[in-house]
């Protein structure tokens, strides 16, 4: 019998051509080092894989497994969907490629209740299963891949912006509306912006980890981060003071670059010193985050950062201010506790 002092959880899960994770991920949620009741919903967008028959097997297989519809594919429709089906007081979030660690669940529940807080977060942590991803994860845990971003590299535990998916109390959930569906990308950002603003309290620790699969190569990579600094943007715009010296890195070094091959080309050879430094820069930096790691895996780290860094940047730059105006016109205003 479950602990009647541990409350039951509802982890939601929004999947999209996942066919080469989705057992997995959710084994490591059954799996779970939990004695409270637990429950999976899973939503499904509109694969072009057999995700639909993995899942439809997984919940003939446990009764604990549950799906629903997202006919749209979109993460914060999915969530929200999952949200609306599940049933319990705690509300976990996970993608259909990561990984739980065996007792995330039994740490996050824990430090809910000594911090008192809406939702508690840990560590990205990438991990690759050939040498490419071994090498985009190796750029995605190093500082000169991501800066100082705490799930992504660590760091001590305390209140945070945002943090990586997410552990939440229901009545959270509920009373902030749920997920701003506009929010294409940076959905998590913009509810823990409202939580905050009601006076919720965010809890980063690095207690809590999550593996992460990286995209699987250069192309899926390079959309991956476009629309991470096309939507970090909208958030830029939706709250001015959200921005900082980080986020504006990789912009500055695009615009950088650009100009120096267009000086070296037209001008003089001098300018090429700009592209060159910073594939300099890379190389060198990609020597201590490729340690231990294979050798093949080792020499694709520069390509992955440099696929990184200009994506984002690129992404950054191009970032359509309609697209900002219409989700600022979709702006939910927070609810404060007894509201």
């Not at 899973?42 to 519809?69: F, K, N, Q, Y």
């Not at 003071?241 to 001098?270: C, F, H």
Request: net charge positive.
């Amino acid at each position: 019998m479950p602990d009647q002092q541990l409350p039951a959880v509802s982890v939601i899960m929004p999947v999209l051509n996942e066919e080469r994770h989705l057992r997995t991920s959710v084994r490591h949620i059954l799996e779970q080092e939990y004695a409270g009741e637990l429950e999976v919903v899973i939503a499904l967008g509109p694969s072009t894989d057999r995700t639909d028959e993995i899942a439809a097997e997984l919940v003939r297989e446990d009764s604990r497994v549950h799906t629903v519809p997202n006919p749209t594919g979109r993460t914060p429709a999915a969530l929200n969907a999952a949200i609306k089906a599940s049933r319990h007081p705690i509300v976990v979030r996970v993608d259909g490629h990561g990984m739980l660690s065996p007792d995330y669940i039994a740490t996050a529940v824990r430090l809910m209740d000594e911090t008192g807080a809406q939702n508690v977060g840990g560590i990205m942590h990438a991990e690759g299963e050939n040498d490419w991803e071994k090498a985009v994860a190796a750029a995605m845990t190093s500082k000169i891949g991501v800066g100082n971003a705490a799930f992504h590299t660590g760091g001590a535990a305390g209140p945070a912006e945002t943090v990586y998916l997410g552990v939440f109390r229901r009545e959270v959930l509920e009373r902030q509306g749920g997920y701003n569906e506009e929010f294409i990308r940076a959905q998590d950002w913009e509810l823990n912006f409202r939580i905050r603003e009601a006076g919720g309290l965010i809890w980063f620790s690095p207690e809590l980890k999550v593996s992460y699969r990286p995209r699987p190569n250069v192309r899926a990579l390079a959309k991956q981060y476009k629309n991470y600094g096309r939507w970090r943007h909208v958030v830029a715009r939706y709250h001015q003071g959200s921005i900082n010296l980080r986020y504006l890195a990789a912009p500055a070094a695009v615009l950088a670059i650009a100009a120096g091959v267009v000086v070296g080309v037209a001008v003089t050879p001098w300018g090429l010193i700009v592209p060159a430094g910073y594939a300099a820069a890379i190389t060198a930096g990609s020597v201590p985050a490729g340690k231990g790691l294979p050798a093949g895996a080792r020499v694709r780290i520069p390509l992955a950062l440099a696929t990184m860094h200009m994506s984002w940047g690129f992404g950054f730059l191009t970032s359509p201010r309609s697209l900002a105006k219409k989700v600022i016109a979709s702006r939910r205003p927070a609810v404060p506790a007894g509201e």
